[in-house]
Nanobody, 127 residues
Framework: QVQLVESGGGLVQPGGSLRLSCAAS????????IGWFRQAPGKEREGVSC????????NYADNVKGRFTISRGNAKNTVYLQMNSLNPEDTAVYYC????????????????????WGEGTLVTVSS
């Protein structure tokens, strides 16, 4: 059973940075896309960024490009989301999610048709 555990959320001032971590376990053989999603109060859940396990290519939502960076740890079982230049609109519960994929030339997608989800970690950007 795949398990995803997020950590690293908290309160940060506008312009500040946070790094979220997603510890993944239980993956069987094959390839996966791991993504970060977020849901702000009163809003729909949205895809933030994703990374594929077979080639490490990444994809970002337009509203976080240039500010957020997704990466994998050396052991490949941890995925990070480095968030810089945070603003109050980034306030949300951030979720790590994963789904098995077949290698292709396409970038990973940011739709929320993921198979596995973590419990989420709250990020609050406020002065």
């Amino acid at each position: 059973q795949v398990q995803l555990v997020e950590s690293g959320g908290g309160l940060v001032q506008p312009g500040g940075s946070l790094r979220l971590s997603c510890a993944a376990s239980g993956f069987t053989a094959g390839y996966y896309t791991i993504g970060w999603f977020r849901q702000a109060p009163g809003k729909e859940r949205e895809g933030v960024s994703c990374i594929t396990s077979f080639d490490g290519r990444t994809n970002y939502a337009d509203n976080v490009k240039g500010r957020f960076t997704i990466s994998r740890g050396n052991a490949k079982n941890t995925v990070y989301l480095q968030m810089n230049s945070l603003n109050p609109e980034d306030t949300a519960v951030y979720y790590c999610a994963a789904k098995p994929v077949i290698p292709s030339n396409d970038l990973c997608g940011l739709s929320d048709d993921m198979h596995y989800w973590g419990e989420g970690t709250l990020v609050t950007v406020s002065s």
